[in-house]
T-cell receptor, first 110, second 117 residues
Framework: SQQGEEDPQALSIQEGENATMNCSYK?????LQWYRQNSGRGLVHLIL?????REKHSGRLRVTLDTSKKSSSLLITASRAADTASYFC??????????FGAGTTVTVRA | DADVTQTPRNRITKTGKRIMLECSQT?????MYWYRQDPGLGLRLIYY???????NKGEISDGYSVSRQAQAKFSLSLESAIPNQTALYFC????????????????FGSGTRLTVV
């Protein structure tokens, strides 16, 4: 069974706007990770946030983690056409086997 | 060359045939994984291996088997393919340092698109 669930399932924004997507999970975790997948290709690791961290930045990406609510968010600022992709959250419980959500499909319109 | 290479990239096979998907990596990672991806379902773990002598079933291992031939090679076999095994298959790797995995995320291959007719 999947640990994480992303919301929304799909998101369409104008170039230059910010994109926010959320992830909720069920059990305790060691860390939470976000991945990007361009159409039918392999997943690319974007960012990892540990369970004792609340916020992390990497370039135009900002991730938050609220372990009390078992939720995370990924913000992409100043979106570009190249950000069009599916985004997955993945949770790592104490055995470190990643469990993936179904993903959020982001479309950035020119 | 890619860090994680999967072969073949695409394969069409008939119901009942045995098929093997191969994965090799140059990352030097000890942990390797096989996932399948179906539309709307995300990725589901089929098998994983923490080292050459340690192989474990994931959440959907029925109908699949694996072989870890070396630290760098991890192959997935479908013993008798059936149409509902049509999916995109991914191999991934991660690294363990000491007793704990390094928190650097997984490295994925480009995937094998398998169609069973």
């Amino acid at each position: 069974s999947q640990q994480g669930e992303e919301d929304p399932q799909a998101l369409s924004i104008q170039e230059g706007e910010n994109a926010t997507m959320n992830c909720s999970y069920k059990t305790s975790i060691n860390n939470l990770q976000w991945y990007r997948q361009n159409s039918g290709r392999g997943l690319v690791h974007l960012i990892l946030i540990r369970s004792n961290e609340r916020e992390k930045h990497s370039g135009r990406l900002r991730v938050t983690l609220d372990t009390s609510k078992k939720s995370s968010s990924l913000l992409i600022t100043a979106s570009r056409a190249a950000d069009t992709a599916s985004y997955f959250c993945a949770t790592a419980p104490n055995d470190y086997k990643l469990s993936f959500g179904a993903g959020t499909t982001v479309t950035v319109r020119a | 060359d890619a860090d994680v290479t999967q072969t073949p990239r695409n394969r069409i096979t008939k119901t009942g045939k045995r098929i093997m998907l191969e994965c090799s990596q140059t990352k030097g990672h000890d942990r390797m994984y096989w996932y399948r991806q179906d539309p709307g379902l995300g990725l589901r773990l089929i098998y994983y291996s923490f080292d050459v002598k340690d192989i474990n079933k994931g959440e959907i291992s029925d109908g699949y088997s694996v072989s870890r031939q070396a630290q760098a090679k991890f192959s997935l076999s479908l013993e008798s393919a059936i149409p509902n095994q049509t999916a995109l298959y991914f191999c991934a790797t991660s690294h363990t340092e000491g007793l704990l995995p390094r928190d650097y995320g997984y490295t994925f291959g480009s995937g094998t698109r398998l169609t069973v007719v």
